[in-house]
């Protein structure tokens, strides 16, 4: 049963859950998804039964607390009000938490596609820049693989935070980065392809230590 999994999954922390394959993680959204449902029809029914006096879920007062007085009346409507708020803010949590799970494995879902993806990104990007890259020491090729990787990193890690929080779709947050630096790769492909490119790192010379350089040609 999902929803069994669903509850014995959730005390095994986020560590565990990030180890459930594709296939577990799709049937415990599916569960959750089912429950969500569930929590938006039953808060439709208590908004209805105390708000718009749904004949089928209202409550019948007899005749004798119509002749009550009006304190006792206006203590059994306030009593009324704090329980409709107690249930429809009840409901409203279960729901955020709902989608807050659903988010968060959603999130996982992509990331396992996201970075096996980014290998082909990398190679789209370091290919070009092998090429266009005249002359280098070590400190240079590691300087430029040291910013494509904070950038690769920084959209992985700050989509996934957002994708959790729902400002981003779980899609989103995950192939950002792949997106981003893709879209670099094949944008330096292209101009490799139509003309041959050197660039030249003379700056970053200055910011690598001596012993690191393996030659003292010009970049």
């Known amino acids: 049963d999902a929803a069994q999994f669903t509850f014995s999954q959730s005390q095994g922390g986020l560590r565990g859950e990030r180890e459930l394959s594709v296939e577990k993680m799709r049937a415990i959204v599916d569960s959750i998804k089912l429950n969500r449902k569930q929590y938006i029809t039953d808060f439709e029914k208590e908004v209805n039964k105390y708000f718009f006096k749904d004949t089928a879920n209202a409550t019948v007062y007899s005749t004798v607390n119509t002749r009550q007085t009006d304190a006792l ?3 059994r409507i306030q009593d009324r009000i ?6 429809i803010i009840s409901n409203i949590k279960r729901f955020e938490w709902s989608n807050r799970q659903i ?8 990331k396992k596609y996201a970075i096996p993806a980014a290998c082909i ?3 789209l990007i370091g290919a070009p820049l092998g090429i266009m890259v005249k002359k280098g020491g070590f400190g240079v090729a590691a300087s430029i693989s040291l910013f494509f990787y904070l950038i690769y990193w920084t959209f992985l890690i700050g989509g996934e ?3 959790e929080r729902g400002v981003f779709s779980p899609i ?5 980065a792949n997106i ?3 879209i670099i790769g094949i944008f330096l492909l292209i101009k490799t392809n139509r003309e041959t490119i050197t660039i030249k790192f003379t700056f970053l010379k200055k910011l690598v230590p001596k012993r690191m350089k393996y030659n003292s040609s010009e970049i």
């Open 180 to 182: 981003f630096l893709g």
């Open 103 to 110: 988010e968060k494995f959603e999130v996982e879902i992509y």
């Open 121 to 123: 990104v990398f190679m």
């Open 161 to 163: 935070k957002l994708a």
């Open 172 to 176: 989103i947050g995950m192939w950002a």
């Open 73 to 75: 009346i206006y203590v």
């Open 82 to 87: 704090k329980t409709a708020k107690n249930i």
